[in-house]
């Protein structure tokens, strides 16, 4: 049985450390803030952008939640995010994605002051982290990371495969496993043989959004299992992209879903804001 890799108490132990950077900035009179843009009526994303506030409220962070109407247009977007750039009160911005789709979600991602760009999007972020010079690390990809070191996880020379290619998972997550020294492979919907590429896997990381996707006969035996995907199933219930039942018998760790990789996005998030303000305050 695979070991299972407690996310929820992880990011506990990220956010426990943030706390303490945002007391010792209060008692130099730096309060550090995020401030969440939400556009329209998601569902998901609301429940995002609530599991945000009250990581912020934990840490002993502040947070703006700015809500804004389904019909918003792109001019109205970007001059609250300008609005917001301008306000030194605050450290963090993130605009919720998916935005409504009449609106240029790369424009907007760009508006953003990309020291206060807390989700690593903006492309002066997305440049740098490219080059190996990253301030900045994407949440989803570098929580997955930490939650690996953590685990005691060997990633040098590891034969890491990612499956999925987004500019918010997949392709930050095969950088900074290189940057681990991993030897990466990424697949998509594309990818020929899929199966006989992850079970080649030492670390096998799934950000595609299919429920239970990969199966047992696609894993290596005794590897490193990631789950990224967060599905809704017809029940309401949520699943991964992993079939875990199945999974967890083959596979040496296994991150749960929930209680895996989502958590630990929320805390990486934390830790962008606190690092965000520390490097404002200087
Ligand atoms: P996306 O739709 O942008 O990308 C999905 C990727 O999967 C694509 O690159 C596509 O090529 C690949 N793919 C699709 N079908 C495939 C197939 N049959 N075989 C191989 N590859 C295939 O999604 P995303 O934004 O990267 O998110 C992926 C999943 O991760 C979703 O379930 C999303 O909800 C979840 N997610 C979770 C967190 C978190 O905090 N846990 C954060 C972001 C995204």
New binding site residues.
């Given amino acids: 049985m695979a070991i299972l890799i407690d996310g929820k108490a992880i990011a506990a132990d990220v956010k426990a450390g943030v706390a303490e950077k945002c007391a010792a900035l209060k008692e130099k009179g730096i309060e550090p803030a995020l401030a969440v843009i939400l556009v329209g009526e998601d569902p998901a994303s609301q429940v995002y952008v609530r599991n945000k506030a009250r990581a912020c409220k934990a840490c002993g962070m502040k947070s703006h939640v700015i809500r804004m109407p389904e019909e918003t247009t792109q001019e109205e977007l970007i001059a609250k995010i300008r609005e917001i750039n301008a306000d030194d009160a605050i450290h963090g911005l993130l605009i919720q994605l998916p935005l409504p789709k009449h609106l240029d979600e790369a424009a907007a991602l760009s508006e953003v002051d990309w020291k206060k760009d807390v989700d690593g999007f903006h492309l002066m972020n997305a440049g740098a982290l490219l080059s190996g010079q990253a301030s900045v690390l994407p949440?989803?990809p570098a929580?997955c990371i930490e939650l690996l070191k953590r685990s005691g996880v060997e990633l040098k020379g590891a034969n890491a495969v990612v499956?999925?290619?987004?500019n918010?998972?997949?392709k930050p997550m095969a950088l900074l496993l290189l940057q681990e020294n991993c030897t990466v492979t990424v697949?998509?919907?594309?990818?020929k043989n899929?199966g006989e590429i992850t079970k080649n896997a030492d670390i096998l990381v799934a950000?595609?959004?299919?429920a239970k996707?990969v199966k047992a006969d696609m894993i290596k035996p005794g590897a490193a299992v990631i789950d990224?995907?967060?599905?809704r199933l017809e029940d309401g219930t949520l699943a991964g992209?992993v079939d875990f039942e199945e999974a967890e018998k083959v596979a040496g760790w296994i991150t749960p879903v929930p209680g895996?990789?989502?958590p630990?996005?929320i805390a990486m998030l934390m830790e962008n804001t606190v690092r965000a303000a520390e490097a404002q305050a200087k």
């Fill in positions: 949440c989803t929580g499956i999925g290619r987004s918010i998972v997949g697949c998509h919907s594309k990818t899929l950000a595609i959004g299919r996707f990224v995907g967060i599905n992209d895996g990789v989502g630990m996005t």
